[in-house]
Nanobody, 120 residues
Framework: QVQLVESGGGLVQPGGSLRLSCAAS????????MDWSRQAPGKERELVAR???????NYADSVKGRFTISRDYAKNTLYLQMNSLKPEDTAVYYC??????????????WGQGTQVTVSE
């Protein structure tokens, strides 16, 4: 069983920065893709940023140019650097990893979430 543990959330003023971390209990080489999503109160969960095993990345339009997803294989950790934060970025942020088995079934793993609040 894989465990993902997020950290780095908190309260920040508009225009500020935060870096979220997601520590995995196994090597990141295991996963085909990893991503960060978020869910604000009363809204559906939204995919924010994704990185594949080939290091290809993609971002939601709302965060392009402000957020950067990356990973450190030596530390088994996924990151989300968030700059120029806006109040609308306020949400619980979740780390997700997926592994495609040889029989094409996919295993999904989720972290517990970390709260990000952007406010004066």
């Amino acid at each position: 069983q894989v465990q993902l543990v997020e950290s780095g959330g908190g309260l920040v003023q508009p225009g500020g920065s935060l870096r979220l971390s997601c520590a995995a209990s196994r090597s990141l080489f295991r996963f085909n893709a990893m991503d960060w999503s978020r869910q604000a109160p009363g809204k559906e969960r939204e995919l924010v940023a994704r990185i594949t095993s080939g290091e290809s990345t993609n971002y939601a339009d709302s965060v392009k140019g402000r957020f950067t997803i990356s990973r450190d294989y030596a530390k088994n950790t996924l990151y989300l650097q968030m700059n120029s934060l806006k109040p609308e970025d306020t949400a619980v942020y979740y780390c997700h990893a997926q592994f495609v088995q040889r029989d094409a079934t996919t295993d999904h793993y989720w972290g517990q979430g970390t709260q990000v609040t952007v406010s004066e």
